[in-house]
């Protein structure tokens, strides 16, 4: 195999590597300071697929990503990108991994022509044939109108195609997408899922994070769920969901002292632990089916414990992530930097 074998948009990728897998990473760990920001995470990712990484502010995403794309060093564990050993070959690695960031990667005072261009230039790509390709990707990404305008007037969602569109210009095979649409509205969230979901049937294989929950449902067919740099989950959005049984039943204590007692007669009833929410008092049981909630609230009545208030709904990726982590998703994410 050879780089320039690389090509293609999806091109073949490596098959003299010993592992038919797009990623195959073993026990990652990554530390700051004496903070485990990942923390022993394995993961497989199969070629055209697309995987998705989900996980609150501070799991362990970006970072993640950034020791598969060779952009930090792997502190422990080892990772393959089709078969080739990233910390042994970070150069033939990023002829196979295209990245696009969590923060636009462009020159503002640039058109998004002249950025492509750019960007292509700096990978090596002859001139007329960056100019050539600039054109193409503008195409694609429905960015030929405000070709020839500065990047400083592009709205977020049009910035997120560009720096999309940039990480393409050597058409890898494998794409890492953080955080994609973070900050997007519904429309531009949709047309961007549609162009990953077109990078996919062109051959490529993604592996994005995200912290939404619908877009780990709409998009991936896989998805690993990261809490505090571990793997906690891992399964197509349909198998997690099951996991969680059919409907949840969501309890708020009258009198968060009792929560212990609650948690024994949960257990003694369903033969399964409640899930602790992060506020006092708070209770969320997993059934199998709907009027098993009955039989919990029968019971804890009899036991004297009293409820605020009770809703038993289907559960939802929401929830799913609740029962896996214990804690919500930052729902109330607002896109802005201290966020990040
Ligand atoms: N360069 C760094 N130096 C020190 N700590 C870091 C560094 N990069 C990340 N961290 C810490 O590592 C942890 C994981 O951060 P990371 O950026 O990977 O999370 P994330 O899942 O991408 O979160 P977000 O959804 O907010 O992007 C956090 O506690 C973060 O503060
Ligand atoms: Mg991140």
């Known amino acids: 195999m050879s780089i ?161 569109a940039a990480s393409l210009i050597t058409r890898p095979p494998l794409i890492f997408l953080d955080e994609p649409t973070t900050g997007l509205d519904p429309r531009t969230r949709g047309q961007m899922w549609d162009t990953i979901r077109g990078l996919v049937a062109d051959g490529c294989t993604v592996l994005l994070t995200t912290q939404y929950l619908d877009e780990a449902d709409q998009l991936a067919d896989r998805v690993a769920v990261i809490d505090h740099g571990r793997k906690v989950a891992e399964g197509t959005p349909d198998e997690l969901k099951s996991a969680v049984g059919n409907s949840a039943l969501q309890m708020l204590l009258a009198e968060p002292d009792e929560v212990p007692i609650a948690v024994e007669i949960v257990r003694r009833v369903l033969g399964s632990d409640p899930v602790l929410g992060t506020e006092q008092g708070r209770l969320n049981v997993a059934l199998d089916q709907a009027d098993l909630a009955a039989d919990v609230l029968i019971a804890l009545r009899t036991a004297g414990v009293s409820i605020a208030s009770v809703s038993v709904a289907k559960p939802s990726l929401d929830e799913v992530f609740l029962a896996l982590t214990g804690h919500e998703t930052d729902g109330d994410k607002t896109g802005t930097e201290e966020n990040r």
């Open 4 to 164: 320039t074998d690389l090509g293609r948009l999806g091109g073949e990728p490596p098959s003299d590597g010993g592992t038919d897998l797009a990623v195959h990473a073993e026990g990652l760990v990554k530390t700051f300071g004496g903070h485990r920001a990942v923390d022993g995470i394995d993961l497989d990712v199969r070629p055209g697929e697309i995987f998705g990484v989900l996980g609150p502010n501070g799991a362990g995403k970006t970072t993640m990503l950034r020791m598969l794309a060779t952009l930090l060093k792997i502190d422990a564990g080892r990772a393959e990108i089709f078969g080739v050993d990233v910390a042994g070959n970070p150069h033939m690695i990023r002829q196979l991994v295209g990245v696009t960031g969590q923060y636009a990667s462009v020159d503002e005072n640039l058109t998004a022509r002249e950025n492509l261009w750019l960007f292509g230039r700096l990978q090596g790509v002859a001139a007329p044939r960056a100019r050539r390709i600039a054109v193409d990707l503008l195409g694609q990404f429905g960015l030929e109108e405000a070709a020839d305008r500065p990047i400083a007037q592009f709205s977020g969602g049009m910035r997120r195609r560009l720096d999309l």
